[in-house]
């Protein structure tokens, strides 16, 4: 069958653009060998549509890639990948899972295996053929966006979970249903190293030992190709300074040569072009590297021209290609798409059948997980909830089925504005504790300020961090700032109130303050829209099994815990609901909180007094103008000329000058990554941070942290030269007494 493609059409299989940038004509033209819908992605532009339009354009599509081709060409019908990382959540109206650090807690593969197939069927609803899913990354460091994709830090569970992730999508390897009805293409992902970066940047630098970081991160692999996954996704990262997208030594050396995978290799969206002297339309160094399809979501064509050529012209061997292709379509074999017996996507099993989107059985299944998943870390014996109790429940989250979510929800980030009527068939925490507490011939009201007229026998606070998703959720450390449930707990404590925490959260985080103004605190994780498994908890209609598949931490600080020393609660602890064995008073210090407030130099477009900017020796008055091969104009951030964009030339510098002590903190946003050389210097010493720059462009408004761990010492000012063109905004610019040894970040 390769035999007989043109060189164009091979190429095109190797090709996967995002829905939102090409149509029907564009497919029957090219033939893209897959496409896939990114996080913000809908049919037709529309993220919220209905699952019937999300069918009718896996219809078009397919009906656009296999017209007939001159000369008795192969037809060889396209596919549709998507990323159903806690349920088919792109969709209204389907079934939302717990995310995976939920399902670590739950230490229950079989349960997994089970999501894997509700999830499988519903993405059949919509007839799309492959999950970007499961990630089988193992966090290391908490303070990465990503952690709650993470099922844990300990590698075997996160083995363990993820190959029942995969049997559960795919169908168990040999068996009737392999890929067959309910079954979808399943993707290990990011390979390897997305838990492993330095300080938990997301698509950051992993450094070590290349044996002893294998031992960790490359573990789910073997397991999850031993159970049949049959594409695994290369990851953003680099290993040691190399991107892993064009790492031949990782992607083909480790990945086929010692752990003998033979499906295909995908990439991450635009991670080809991170590759040095890559752009995303030119960059045959990822085929040559291993990848088997470049996830190019809005440059195909152009991709797909470069690379025609660059075989052509002998820079990729054709038979480089010819392999690529072969893995493709052998797994569009294996799944049925090709042959006589292919089918449209709306012809096949379970298209079209709408009501099984958030069916009852798979509600059911995600009910469980979230009562499996709930980890009580105190219980001074208010739970079980006393029946007939009367609760007030309060906070802001208690009635949000998005906060209850999290990230990769209907939209790629998530959020609170994503009211409850987004979601047909959910059940919000909150109205899961109501319907108990009615049956337990009590009461139940909700009040978000926590005010109340009848005063009740206990209050119950829902708090937690707010949806994201990727380098979105970053931290520079993991203390839990957000005072609402605090407050909330501590206004309960004055009145003689006990109560209940329930934390939302996608990763363990510092809360000693709420845990010690709460009676009771459940690590909640990310539940999704069964929040009436929490109140299975409360109320002790089901067992409390959870244990933590992290280490939870005892300092805000936020340095990598993987393991007894420095935790609060080590990994496996959760109590059961008899437990009500005393916590004890918890530290409340915290440097991060406790060090003089930040002095501003620059704010809300103003240069505080006494502070100046210069380029190459020229004053940048109210860090507007220009000097020394720098230009400094005003942007709107927020608010009109708020924020500053600095265009520097080759050779070029920017110093900003005056009294203050502490660290330099600015915020930032670095839209593409230096051409040249970035330095830092503050009195005597100079930093090159061209690396930790180049990891930080392209993810918006940042922070970045200059300490004297990498400025030496804080001299009266800092300065940042460069010997190329760059570009960067900056929105405020402070110092700060930070904790001694508080790593410098970007
Ligand atoms: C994202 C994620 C990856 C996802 C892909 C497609 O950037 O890194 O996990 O599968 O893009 O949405």
Redesign the pocket.
């Known amino acids: 069958m390769v035999s007989r493609m043109s060189l164009e059409r091979k190429v095109a299989q190797l090709i996967q653009p995002q829905i939102n940038s090409f149509d029907a004509e564009e497919m029957r033209e090219y033939r893209w060998g897959s496409y ?1 819908n ?2 913000n992605g809908g049919p037709y532009g529309d993220e919220f549509a209905p699952a019937s339009e999300w069918l009718r354009l896996a219809d078009e599509m397919w009906d656009a890639s296999t017209q007939p081709l001159p000369d008795g060409e192969p037809i060889i019908p396209t596919m549709w990948g998507t ?1 159903a990382v806690h349920g088919h959540t792109n969709v209204v109206q389907a079934t939302i899972f717990p995310h995976n650090i939920a399902l670590g807690a739950t230490g229950d593969p079989d349960l997994v295996r089970l999501i894997g197939a509700a999830t499988a069927t519903e993405i059949e609803v919509t007839g799309i053929d492959w999950n ?1 899913s499961p ?1 089988v990354a193992v966090a290391r460091d908490d303070r990465w966006g990503r952690t709650y994709e993470s099922y844990s830090e300990d590698p075997e569970l996160v083995a363990q979970m993820g190959a029942a992730l995969v049997e559960g999508l795919q169908g168990k390897k040999g068996a009737e249903d392999y890929l067959g009805r309910g079954r979808v293409i399943a993707t290990a ?2 390979f390897f190293g997305d838990g492993g970066t330095d300080q938990g940047v997301d698509q950051g630098d992993v450094n070590g030992d290349i044996d002893a970081l294998k031992s960790i991160h490359a573990v789910p692999y073997p397991v999850a190709i031993e159970a049949g996954v049959e594409t695994i ?1 290369a990851s ?1 990262n680099s290993i040691n300074g190399t991107k892993m997208h064009g790492n031949e030594a990782l992607l083909t050396g480790v990945l086929r040569g010692e752990m003998g995978f033979e499906g295909l290799v995908v990439g ?2 635009n991670g080809h072009g991170q590759i040095a002297g890559c752009t995303v339309s030119d960059c045959p160094q990822a085929l040559m590297a291993g990848l088997d399809i470049y ?1 190019v979501p809005d440059d195909a064509v152009a991709l797909h021209s470069s690379l025609v050529a660059q075989v052509r012209d002998g820079t990729i061997p054709e038979a480089r290609v010819d392999e690529a292709v072969a893995r493709v379509l052998r797994i569009k074999q294996r799944a049925g798409l090709l042959g006589p017996d292919a089918q449209r996507p709306s012809a096949r099993p379970n298209a079209g059948e709408y009501d099984k989107l958030g069916m009852a059985p798979h509600r059911a299944v995600a009910r469980e997980a979230v009562a499996k998943s709930q980890v009580i870390l105190k219980n001074d014996g208010v739970l079980p909830l006393k029946p007939g109790a009367d609760i007030l429940v309060a906070g802001v989250a208690a009635d949000s089925i998005a906060q209850a979510a999290g990230g990769w929800t209907l939209t790629w980030q998530g959020g609170r504005e994503l009211t409850n009527d987004y979601f047909p068939g959910a059940t919000s925490i909150w109205a899961g504790i109501e319907e108990a507490a009615q049956e337990s011939g009590g009461s139940a009201t909700l009040s978000a300020d926590g005010t109340f007229e009848e005063r009740p026998d206990i209050a119950i606070v829902v708090f937690g961090e707010e949806p994201y998703a ?1 380098f979105a959720g970053d931290r520079k450390n993991l203390i839990f700032a957000d005072t609402e449930g605090l407050e909330l707990l501590r206004k309960f404590e004055e009145q003689g109130i006990p109560t209940v925490s329930v934390f939302l959260s996608g990763r363990p985080m510092w809360v000693n303050r709420e845990l010690n103004a709460s009676d009771a605190f459940v690590a909640s994780w990310l539940p999704g829209s069964e929040g009436a498994g929490v109140a299975d908890i409360l109320f002790g209609a089901k067992a409390a099994t959870g244990k933590l598949s992290f280490s939870w931490p005892a300092n805000c600080e936020g340095n990598p815990l993987n393991g007894p020393d420095g935790a609060l609660f080590a990994l496996g602890y959760g109590r059961s609901l008899d437990d009500t064995a005393p916590l004890g008073d918890l530290d409340e210090g915290c440097g991060f909180l406790d060090g003089a407030p930040a002095a501003d130099w620059f704010v809300n477009g103003r240069l505080s007094a006494g502070i100046s900017a210069s380029a190459g020796g020229m004053d940048l008055p109210n860090l507007r103008g220009e000097g020394g091969g720098v230009v400094a104009r005003g942007i709107d951030r927020n608010r009109q000329e708020d924020a500053r964009e600095l265009t520097f030339g080759p050779d070029s510098s920017f110093t900003v000058s005056g009294e203050g002590e502490g660290a330099y903190i600015i915020t930032y946003n670095l839209p593409a990554a230096p051409a040249g050389t970035v330095t830092i210097a503050s009195g005597e010493r100079t930093e090159d941070v061209t690396r930790r720059m180049t990891v930080a462009a392209g993810k918006g408004w940042r922070e970045m942290v200059l300490t004297e761990a990498c400025l030496g010492e804080f001299g009266d000012g800092l300065t940042i030269a460069t010997n190329a063109p760059l570009q960067f905004s900056i929105a405020q610019i402070s110092r700060s007494t930070l904790p001694e040894g508080t790593e410098c970040s970007f």
Request: hydrophobic share 45%; glycine share 14%.
């Open positions: 896939l990114g996080g990323d970007f990630t992902k990011h996704m953003f991450d969206w996830m990727e």
